[in-house]
T-cell receptor
């Protein structure tokens, strides 16, 4: 699976949009981009995933560049409860589903 | 997230004890997974079950023994564990093992080996 690169930490003010970047320059055509987050003492929570088109759901939006080498997760109106470690994962869909979690981005939402 | 439930949430055991971790999913999924998350380390996949058949075993020591009696339940039987086995054990499920649909995780069992 392709390796991803994320900033180790970010801060965002409550109520503002949080934009979390992810680089996946070695991604191949049959690999999806997934985002999860993990709040302290809880299991990872699925947020969103996509292949090449931008995606939006009730939690977030996912913007994937045209060359698919990077993506951005957008939390449109961050709240204090969005403070967590956010993981960007690239995964092939064939075969067993092995999610490879990196170090992620520790996002802190400040009041 | 209430679709995947793990019990107990916390477990303290001695190295000679035998215990079991339980996972139950209410999402109608066909694949279930065990992961281990140690402090300061990324998640490590341990086992994958698809339609109650084990399809992947990532070189996990035999002191960890999984069991999947049906597609909704997954167990991890523990015996003669070592202190380095102290970690958060996470269960996940997905619609199928080969699909783009995401895995959904429980909140884990935090295991401490004395």
């Amino acid at each position: 699976d392709a390796k991803t690169t994320q900033p180790p930490s970010m801060d965002c003010a409550e109520g503002r949009a949080a934009n979390l970047p992810c680089n996946h320059s070695t991604i191949s055509g049959n690999e999806y981009v997934y985002w999860y987050r993990q709040i302290h003492s809880q299991g990872p929570q699925y947020i969103i995933h996509g292949l090449k088109n931008n995606e939006t759901n009730e939690m977030a939006s996912l913007i994937i560049t045209e060359d698919r080498k990077s993506s951005t997760l957008i939390l449109p109106h961050a709240t204090l409860r969005d403070t967590a470690v956010y993981y960007c994962i690239v995964k092939i869909i064939q075969g067993a589903q092995k999610l490879v979690f990196g170090q992620g981005t520790r996002l802190t939402i400040n009041p | 997230e209430t679709g995947v439930t793990q019990t107990p949430r916390h477990l303290v055991m001695g190295m000679t004890n035998k215990k079991s971790l339980k996972c139950e999913q209410h999402l109608g999924h066909n694949a279930m997974y065990w992961y281990k998350q140690s402090a300061k380390k990324p998640l490590e996949l341990m086992f994958v079950y698809s339609l109650e058949e084990r399809v992947e075993n990532n070189s996990v020591p035999s002191r960890f023994s999984p069991e999947c009696p049906n597609s909704s339940h997954l167990f991890l039987h523990l015996h003669t564990l070592q202190p380095e086995d102290s970690a958060l054990y996470l269960c996940a499920s997905s619609q199928d093992k080969s699909t783009n649909q995401p895995q959904h995780f429980g909140d884990g069992t935090r295991l401490s080996i004395l």
